[in-house]
């Protein structure tokens, strides 16, 4: 049996994954594979050419100049580890491996694949987002086939012409069932290789996610909130502009996983990072509200989403995002409000009101809860340079002269 080329695997695989458009599965690819295709790369220059330029056209929507780079070997494995795992619920995968232990196998194959290693580096990390960024978004459309004497289903595949012709005469019916995310690669057999995949690739977590994906690990990924470029476009893609219960979404996920890095040991400065950065999303939902008509009004977006009848409906987070500012008030003030909305009368009239209200229907006893977390992470006894000025010691008053 021929070897695959790294040439049919961008065009089939890897171009789709990152433009859009139908993937196709083959069979698993096993690790010697991958180092293979890496020195049969330089005979593959029009698909890599195609592809890279794909990705730098998914960049440019997040950065001004997206950077130069080549497809590598680490984004190989990963794509090929992502092939894997929709080998594996693929509708005819069970008729292709034969046993258990095959499928252990794959699996197991697949972890080796995605397990890449971790990066900080700028254009990796983003070169990594642009390969994976539609991760979230992938689907089957799984289409059902009804006609007067029979019925056929097709999985990820469009059914023949025959058998959709003369509509009328044959009582054609065709219906849709769309397979996401959670039964593609949120199950027991692909979940461990998603999780192990996403976590190289932090962007694409801070930038999207899905209800069923695992939680964001922000030890992986704090490091991006000190690239102001890369945090700006994060947070202006968290904050959409969509009905409320939607547009905490995102937020509120971030804020879940600030809760269980507050559970581990992070370093101090990382958790002070990822404080002000949900802060800082806290005052782009006042800056949405400039436009009220009554400036001291209560907040819409607030009253929706902190509602008493709706505490049961919260997503998991959505307390700790908006009881954040006033927990750090009490523990590090410099923390508790971003820099400049003081210099915007109209927006510190609506970050008071945002504070006072969220006290309101959080409860003063959420806020605290919060902040002795946030004290077990925080040296307190560090002072404003501002407030300490320390001279050096002139040494002994030397004798009047004469």
């Not at 056929?152 to 019916?173: C, D, E, I, N, Y």
Request: charged share 25%; net charge neutral; with cysteine.
């Amino acid at each position: 049996m021929a070897k695959t080329h790294v040439r049919e695997f961008l065009a089939s695989f890897v171009k789709p994954l990152v433009l859009g458009g139908e993937l196709h599965i083959r069979a698993p690819i096993p690790l010697p594979d991958i180092d293979r295709w890496d020195g049969e790369l330089h005979d593959a220059s029009v698909e890599q050419v195609e592809v890279d330029d794909a990705r730098a056209s998914v960049l440019s929507t997040l950065v001004c100049r997206p950077p130069a780079f080549l497809l590598e070997r680490d984004e190989l494995a990963l794509a090929a580890g992502l092939h894997n795992a929709l080998f594996l619920v693929h509708p005819r995968a069970d008729q292709w491996s034969v046993s258990d232990r095959v499928r252990r196998r794959i699996i197991d194959n697949a972890l080796a694949l995605v397990s890449q290693p971790l990066t900080v580096n700028r254009t990796r990390v983003m070169a990594r987002h642009a390969l994976l960024h539609n991760v979230f978004h992938l689907k089957r459309n799984d289409i059902t086939v009804s006609w007067w004497t029979g019925r056929a289903r097709f999985h990820g595949q469009k059914p023949p012409s025959r058998l959709t012709a003369w509509k009328g005469m044959r009582r054609v019916r065709e219906e849709t069932t769309v397979v996401d995310f959670d039964e593609l690669l949120a199950v027991p057999d692909t979940a461990p290789i998603v999780a192990t995949l996403l976590r190289r690739t932090p962007l694409t977590q801070l930038l999207d996610a899905h209800p069923g994906a695992p939680p964001l690990h922000w030890e992986d990924a704090v490091f991006l909130l000190r690239d102001p470029e890369l945090a700006r476009a994060v947070a202006y893609r968290l904050v959409p502009d969509v009905p409320a219960r939607d547009q905490v979404t995102g937020p509120a996920r971030l804020a879940a996983a600030f809760e269980q890095m507050l559970e581990r040991a992070p370093d101090e400065a990382d958790v002070r990072a990822v404080a002000a950065f949900l802060c800082h999303l806290n005052a782009l939902f006042c800056l949405a509200e400039l436009n009220l008509r009554e400036p001291g009004a209560k907040s819409p977006l607030l009253s929706t989403v902190l509602a008493a009848e709706a505490a049961g409906q919260r997503p998991r987070g959505l307390a700790t995002l908006f009881a954040l500012p006033g927990a750090l008030a009490l523990v590090d003030k410099r923390l508790a409000t971003p820099p400049g909305i003081g210099e915007h009368k109209q927006l510190a009239q609506r970050w008071a009101v945002h504070r006072a209200q969220a006290a309101e229907q959080l409860s003063d006893a959420v806020i605290d809860a919060l902040a002795q977390r946030l004290r077990r992470h925080f040296r307190l006894e560090r002072r404003d340079p501002t407030e300490v000025v320390e001279l050096p010691d002139p040494g002994p008053t030397p004798p009047p002269a004469g």
